[in-house]
């Protein structure tokens, strides 16, 4: 029989620490005073990657990459979902799909992010922004380009806008942003 | 449901940082203050406890699922019965009232109800992202995911809608942390000004660094009794304080996760189904809010909490509660955000919709003899946050529900000076009062109301 290991191997890096204090005798006087002694602390790393489902939301995905809006509709009282719901949240009927890409849009409300999470830290200073859409019930939340940061004014909120489209899809909700209806071609 | 009263409490210190306890160890500084407090030491108090509520919001703060029973056999409950709960921000205020539902429904004649929150093990802008992760990850987050940006978006409608000023949520933010400064459990004890406020870095336009509650390490702690579990505490020596203080009314609401799926109803709609019973039955107040939907205002749009205002009916109905400004003696409520108070006197009835920015700046929620430094037009109504709130407190998501009970214990004790060092913080004759605690953007929010018995 092969002999078992019964030894770790012992190795450099990692978490190892040479020579923490620590007291050379474990006497009565020295096991109390660990009592005084200040907390480790270690740095763990934690990744991950999600197969994230877009699940019933998906056409919406495939809608954007293909520079198209798509919000849903609940057929008989035609309440609509700008952020598209595959039910809707009084009759609890399914929806349908429709497309809004035309329709008249503007800012309900925003924010410039001079800060932000860690993953869009790189992005800031960002503006964030609630849109509604003509004959839509509910809003949209995107980027809004094509504004001066630096120069917030409530003067925004009701500012016309329209949707733009990445050239190279990313399937994320922000393959479409929003700049004002003034600015540039479509 | 049987009545309930909330007998002791217990708060650690809130900081920045505590590494050096593990988060066990700090839900323990509560949880023994709460025992102490009773005048009754650990085994005896253990003999007596049927059963436990843990409160703590997020498992990627400390990459450890299944906490809740590590604290649990921490504070040697096992086996006795318990459970986690969680509801973002709202996770402390909802623990709460699982606690209260313990001992009202006769499942338990003494309960405790503790909850944490170890923020430190992850830097700022990570814990930012992890806080975002509260928000729809396949709409919301990935566009720029960030709670202090949602908020800033609901107050620059808010601003658009009533025309609330900077300046007055600057007021927000000077009374909590001057309150606060008489609070030695609070993370920020400063004297601020309102231009202080509005000269600190910028957030998220119009909010700044001031305007914005910090992330903290702390834990807090309740213990709530039915009349035979204040039977068993005091055959086993507890000193319980009496006046006793009892739970009357516990509110609870909900509204959809993504903000952008709030509804816009019309005026009849809010007036059914939202108003306060003191806004449905005045003239004045009816064509007041008449006025604003002829003007365009909907409800509750993102300017608007339906779950804080659903939260607070329920509770004020349970109370007996028809004028909350004149009823209440005091509110400490979830400041999030200087604009989320604001929010939140007019959810909570304080004020009317859209009158929450002058209700502010009025002194109206101020404490009386305590110098803000601010020309104040109105004497103190109803103290707002008289500990400080989150804004100054910290806001260990999963105590800070339960630190608002144990602050609310206190005050309605009488017992204040005794807990703080200092009595400016005492309302004075506190009787009435009411506890709000809000998740998400909204997304749950509870209000309790706990009064002293005659």
Not at chain 1, 144 to 171: C, T, Y
Not at chain 2, 142 to 152: L, R
Not at chain 2, 406 to 431: C, E, M, N, T, Y
Request: net charge negative.
């Amino acid at each position: 029989m092969a002999k078992l290991p019964d030894q770790r191997p012992e190795t450099l890096g990692g978490y190892v620490v040479h020579g923490l204090p620590f007291p050379v005798e474990t006497d009565p006087d020295a096991l109390a005073f660990l009592k005084r002694m200040a907390p480790i602390q270690i740095e763990q790393e934690y990744k991950v990657t999600y197969l994230h489902s877009y699940g019933q939301d998906s056409p919406w995905f495939a809608g954007a990459s293909n520079r198209h809006l798509l919000a849903t509709r609940e057929p008989d009282s035609q309440y609509t979902y700008a952020t598209p719901r595959a039910h809707d949240m009084y009759s609890g009927r399914e929806t349908e799909w429709i497309d809004i890409t035309d329709r008249n849009a503007r800012v309900h409300a925003f924010t410039v992010c001079h800060f932000g999470s860690e993953e869009f830290l790189p992005e800031t200073p960002f503006v964030l922004a609630l849109i509604e859409f003509e004959g839509a019930n509910t809003l949209f939340l995107t980027r809004l380009l094509g504004v001066d940061p630096d120069q917030a004014s409530l003067d925004w909120i009701g500012m016309e806008v329209r949707p733009r489209f990445l050239r190279n899809s990313k399937l994320k909700p922000t393959d479409v942003y929003f700049v004002p209806a003034s600015s540039g071609k479509k | 449901m049987r009545p309930v009263y909330a007998v002791s409490g217990g708060v650690s210190k809130f900081a920045k940082a505590r590494p050096d306890k593990t988060f066990q160890g700090v839900v323990k500084e509560a949880y023994d203050y709460a025992i102490a407090d009773l005048g009754l030491d650990f085994p005896d108090f253990t003999a007596i406890v049927d059963g436990s509520v843990a409160s703590y919001f997020s498992d990627h703060f400390s990459r450890q699922l299944m906490s809740g029973i590590m604290v649990q056999d921490y504070l040697g409950l096992c086996p006795k019965p318990g459970h986690r709960v969680e509801g973002g921000g709202a996770t402390g205020g909802i623990c709460f009232q699982e606690a209260w539902k313990a001992i009202a429904s006769g499942s338990m004649e003494v309960c405790v109800a503790y909850g944490w929150e170890t923020m430190s093990h992850v830097e700022t802008w990570k814990g930012n992202e992890f806080i975002a992760l509260a928000s729809d990850v396949s709409w919301d987050y990935p566009v720029g995911g960030f709670y202090s940006g949602y908020y800033a978006m609901m107050v620059t409608r808010h601003m658009k809608e009533y025309g609330t000023t900077v300046e007055q949520m600057a007021h927000v933010s000077v009374k909590n942390h001057i309150n606060a400064y008489h609070n030695p459990y609070a993370q920020k004890r400063e004297r601020y000004t309102i231009q202080d406020v509005r000269n600190s870095p910028m957030v998220a336009w119009p909010l700044t660094r001031l305007d914005i509650c910090v992330m903290s390490d702390g834990a807090a702690a309740t213990i709530l009794a039915s009349e035979e579990g204040l039977r068993r505490l005091e055959t086993s020596g507890a000193r319980i304080t009496r006046p006793l203080v009892r739970v009357t009314g516990i509110g609870r609401g909900t509204d959809a996760m993504r903000m952008s799926d709030r509804p816009h109803v019309d005026y009849e709609t809010f007036l059914r189904d939202y108003a306060t019973e003191q806004e449905r039955g005045s003239d004045e107040t009816r064509r007041y809010y008449k006025k604003l939907w002829d003007r365009g205002a909907r409800y509750p749009g993102v300017h608007s909490f339906r779950a804080g205002r659903t939260a607070g009916n329920m509770a004020y109905k349970q109370t007996g509660i028809a004028d909350p400004i004149h009823e209440l003696d005091f509110v400490e409520l979830h400041d999030a955000y200087t604009s989320s108070e604001i929010q939140t006197y007019e959810d909570l009835g304080l004020c009317r919709y859209g009158e929450g920015g002058p209700f502010a700046a009025s002194g109206k929620a101020f404490m009386p003899g305590i110098d803000y430094g601010l020309k104040l037009p109105e004497k103190p109504a109803c103290p707002v946050n008289p500990s400080g709130g989150l804004i100054a407190c910290g806001h260990p998501v999963g105590a800070t529900g339960l630190m608002q009970a144990v602050f609310a214990i206190w005050q309605l004790q009488g017992s204040i000076a005794k807990h703080f060092g200092d009595q400016a913080l005492q309302v004075k004759d506190a009787r009435r009062g009411a506890i709000h605690s809000h998740a998400g953007t909204g997304t749950y929010v509870t209000v309790s109301t706990l009064e002293r018995e005659e």
